[in-house]
Every structure is written in C-alpha cells, then in structure tokens.
C-alpha cells in the first residue's frame, strides 16, 4: 500500500500553489474579456460529481434518444460547441476551488449533457482533450456513442491523455435506429472501438441506460459483439425517466413503458424531475453473464476511469476501484496535517472503511471544498463537520 505522506500535506501546498502559478501564467496570455468569461462560467464554479468533474463540450444534442433527458434539463435540439476556448477551460478549471489539477487530481469526465463527437462539436471536444492534458494531466473520460474518421481518430490519439477510457454506448442492435433515431448504428460505434483498442486506448463497454424488456434480453448478444471488438470492460447503468421520457418511450411502441413505470419508486414530480427506476436485478443478471464471458463488470464510470489510469479509489461502497498495488494508505497525521493546510483549525480525524470525518474547530475555507480536496486526494469518502 502506497504511504499518502510525502506529506498529503506537502502535496496540498504546492498543489494550490500550482494552481496560483498557473493561473497567473495563463492570465498575462488571455485578454480581459477572456478571464472574465472563464471566471462566470460553470466550470470554474461546479462541485465535482462522483464520477468526477463533467466538462461540456458543447451545448445541446440532435441524435435524439428517446431515453434523453437532457432536453428535460433545458438544452437545446440544436447543438453549438462549447463558447470557451481550451485554455479559457483550463482557466476556468484553475479558478474552481474544488478542482485538484495533476495525475492523481480531480478526474474529468467528457460529455455528460452532450455527444461530445458531433459534428458541430468534435473539434471542440479534441481542443479541450489536448488543452486539459498539456496543461493539467488530470485523469480524462469520454462518452460517446459517435464515431471519428480515421484522419480524426490520428489528432484525437496525438491529442489526448494516453491512458484515456472511452465509454462507447450501446444498449440495443435490434432497435438501435427507433430509439436513437440520428446516432450511427452500434455497428459503426463498435468499429470505432475496435479502432481505439487497437491504438491502445482503453475502451469500455457503456451498457446504459438498461431498458427493459429491450437491453436486458439483448444483452449477451451485445457483450459477445463488443468482446469480438476488443471491448474488456462493461459499465451497467439504470435508465432515469421524466415524463417526456416515458411519452417518447411509450409513442415508441415497442418499450413496454407499463414495466418502467411498474419499476419507478416514485412518479416523477415535475417535467425536469428525473427517477431513476429499480433494476438491480436485471443488471446482476446482466453482470452475471458478462462475467461469465470473460468481461471486468465495473461498478461505475469512475471505476472504468480510475482503472485505466492505474489509479485506486474506496470512495464509496461500490470499491475499492482499481490497481491494488496502487491503494493509498493514509493515517489520521496525514490527514490533520492536510486539513490544516486547507484551513481547517485543530482538526480531529477518525477512518472507517471508505469514510474519514473530520472535526473542526474553526474553518477558514468552505467544508464542502476541503472535503472534495481530501476525498480527491485519498480517495476516500471525506466529511467536515464542526465541534
Ligand atoms: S447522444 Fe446523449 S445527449 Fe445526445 S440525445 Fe443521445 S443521450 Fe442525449
Ligand atoms: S470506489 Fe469505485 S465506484 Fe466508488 S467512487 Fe471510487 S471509483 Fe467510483
């Protein structure tokens, strides 16, 4: 096991000490214009996810999902690419106090709200890989359930982080182009992968959203086609609806939308509310015959990052996540003395499994920050209380 000391403490101080120079740096190279809409924007200002920090690479969607909620989220059909540029996101990056840049720092993750390959936004998509790469190093993600050329899959290896995971989406052959109307086939995707693996990127099968009565029965026919291209690796995921969701779903006719609904804990409350549905047991059924193929069944899109990066995380109880030999061993003096440096005054620690509490006396920084900062850095579970 890994000692986190070198001192995690040491490490906190010249991480944010690189964050100052780097920002000045980039600063005397941007126009004021520029800095000011890196500071305003979302990425300077958003608390990572769990699987990490999400970078939008564009801004609305036309491949059309049925199961898409990011038009319940308020984007548009029409997709542009993102307004900053790369170094505008790197900027912004910089100036968002949870962000922990480096190797081992905050995890990033492409293309949540958006298909970070369309069209309109893939050479976006390409400048923010090769921008965060160069200048931060933190571990990167990619969705998609697009393709690139092969001149494009050349800039996009040359541009992005080596160890990179791609999560290629697939959850149905047969009625790919009723309920993706405008995204290429899962034939196209499973090329593209195929491509990818070969170049030595790791690539992962992204088996969400499950729908059932469709994905379910599919699915040893998806795992068998994916592992003939190279695919090693599968993510399971439930499918969250809205009531546009379940419309669309149910105009379809051939969802069985009674079964959804029969798998909802709750209605969904409004238009934007999105519920996930109760399936544990179609993805442990699922998971079972992906094992049985051969296939590393992870947990989550933080696992299929974490794992390629050679990376270790027990940050919840999915893990631990990752290379063993890479787990971070941290003791309560770590830990003190790291919060300390993150304004934390006299702290008390104590570790259970995945989750340390840490007490303070007085706090100088905002808890919720000095937790994403640890839980980043010992990839563990952190919570900041006062005493
Ligand atoms: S590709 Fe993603 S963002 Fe675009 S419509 Fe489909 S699910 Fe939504
Ligand atoms: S333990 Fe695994 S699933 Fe949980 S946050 Fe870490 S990488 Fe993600």
């Known amino acids: 096991m890994k000692a986190a000391t070198l001192g995690l403490a040491r490490r906190v101080e010249e991480l944010l000490k690189l964050k100052r120079t ?12 520029e800095v000011e809409a890196a500071k305003k924007d979302h990425h300077a200002r958003r608390k990572p996810r769990p699987c990490g ?12 999902c049925l199961y898409c909620y990011v038009p319940d989220m308020g984007f548009p059909l029409k997709p542009s690419p993102y307004p900053l540029s790369g170094e505008q996101l790197v900027y912004a990056l910089l100036s968002n106090p949870y962000f922990v840049p480096g190797p081992q720092g905050t995890l990033l993750a492409f293309g949540s709200v958006t298909e970070p390959f369309l069209e309109e936004t893939k050479e976006r998509a390409i400048e923010y890989l090769k921008y965060t790469h160069e200048h931060l190093g933190n571990p990167q993600q990619l969705s998609t359930k697009a393709t690139l050329s092969d001149d494009e899959i050349d800039l996009f290896v040359k541009s992005v982080d080596p160890n990179i995971n791609i999560l290629v989406t697939i959850v149905t052959l047969r009625y790919a182009k009723l309920l ?5 086939l899962p034939d ?3 090329a593209f992968a195929e491509k990818l693996a070969r170049r030595g990127i790791s690539v992962t099968l992204f088996m969400r959203p499950i729908i059932p009565g469709i994905t379910d029965k599919e699915a040893e026919h998806i795992l068998i086609k994916s592992q003939e291209h190279g695919i090693r690796s599968v993510v399971l995921g439930s499918l969250r609806v809205t009531p546009g969701i379940l419309r669309r779903l149910e105009a379809s006719r051939i969802v069985d939308v009674n ?7 709750r209605a969904p ?10 399936e544990n047991d ?6 079972r015959i992906a094992r049985r193929l051969g296939l590393q069944v992870l947990p989550s899109s933080c696992s299929a990052n974490v794992w390629s990066h050679k990376l270790w995380c027990y940050a919840c109880k999915w893990g631990p996540c990752g290379d063993p030999s890479n787990a971070i061993g941290v003791s309560r003096d770590d830990i ?16 259970k499994k995945w989750l340390a509490e840490l007490r303070c006396k007085r706090i100088t920084r905002r808890p919720d920050v000095i937790a994403v900062w640890l839980e980043t850095l010992i990839r563990r579970s952190v919570r900041v209380l006062t005493y």
């Open 282 to 287: 179609l993805k442990e059924r699922i998971a």
């Open 53 to 64: 920090m999400t970078i939008h690479t564009g801004i609305g969607c036309n491949l059309g």
């Open 188 to 190: 196209e995707r499973m």
């Open 259 to 265: 079964e959804i609904r029969r798998r909802l804990p």
């Open 336 to 351: 003190v003395a790291a919060a300390e440096i993150l304004g934390c005054n006299k702290p008390r620690v104590s570790i």
């Open 269 to 278: 409350r409004s238009s934007g509310d999105q519920v996930t549905i109760i």
């Open 22 to 33: 780097m920002l000045s740096r980039l600063e005397s190279r941007l126009s004021r214009r």
């Open 180 to 184: 993706e109307p405008n995204a290429p």
